[in-house]
Every structure is written in C-alpha cells, then in structure tokens.
C-alpha cells in the first residue's frame, strides 16, 4: 500500500476532523498530493490538492475558507484539517498522489490513491 487515509469519523455539524495520508517518499516526495471524496449517490469529486513543496494549494468551491490541505516534506504525509463540517461534506474522502509535481484538480493527473476513509456529519 503506498498511500493510506485516516482520521476519518462521526461528528456533529459545526464540528471538525483532520484527515491525515501517509504515504511513502519514493511515491509522493517530488509529486503533488490531494484529496478527493465521493458522497453516496454521487461523483468523485476535488476537495484540495497541494504541490510537491506544500508551496502551492487549490481547493474546491464548496470547502474554500473552511478546509486546509498541508503536507510535511519530511515524510510526505498530508493533512485535510477540516472546520466549520456542514452534512454535505459526508463522504468517503480518498488521497491520491499526482503524476507530476504542480497541483492538479482532474483525477486523470493522479495515478495513486488510497484506500478512503468515512466522514459522517450530522444535523
């Protein structure tokens, strides 16, 4: 397994969660990270992706100002701290390593991904 979620969970809206993705240096150290989530019933969909350095960061629409994507350079793990959850954001969140090193938003550029982890808010 090269990449590999965690962090995920139940929680109240209003609440937050930090989602974290280990994933090894051969893999990840020189290329782009991101997470991306799928809801039930519907499409994958980008969340946030940063570059290879953490110096650059993209997010979606929809999470801007409440989420924030980081990576330690150290070991390549990347973070999703997660604030202000709204329902909509219940998902099964994935992380994916791109191809190349500048951030990518199309889940064509990513060529590995974790496993998923469960984010439940309630009402």
């Known amino acids: 397994v090269q990449l590999q979620a965690s962090g995920g969970g139940l929680v109240q809206a209003g609440g937050s969660l930090r989602l974290s993705c280990a994933c090894s240096r051969r893999t990840c150290s020189n290329n782009a990270m991101g997470w991306f989530r799928r809801a039930p019933g519907k499409e994958r969909e980008f969340v946030a992706a940063v570059g290879w350095n953490g110096g650059s960061t993209r997010y979606a629409e929809s999470v801007e100002d409440r989420f924030t994507i980081s990576r330690a350079y150290a070991d390549s793990t990347m973070y999703l701290q997660m604030t202000t959850l709204k329902p909509e954001d219940t998902a099964v969140y994935y992380c994916?390593?791109?191809?190349?090193?500048?951030?990518?938003?199309?889940?064509?550029?990513?060529?590995?991904w974790g496993q998923g982890t469960l984010v439940t808010v309630s009402s």
């Open positions: 994916a390593a791109a191809r190349g090193s500048a951030v990518a938003t199309a889940p064509s550029s990513y060529n590995y």
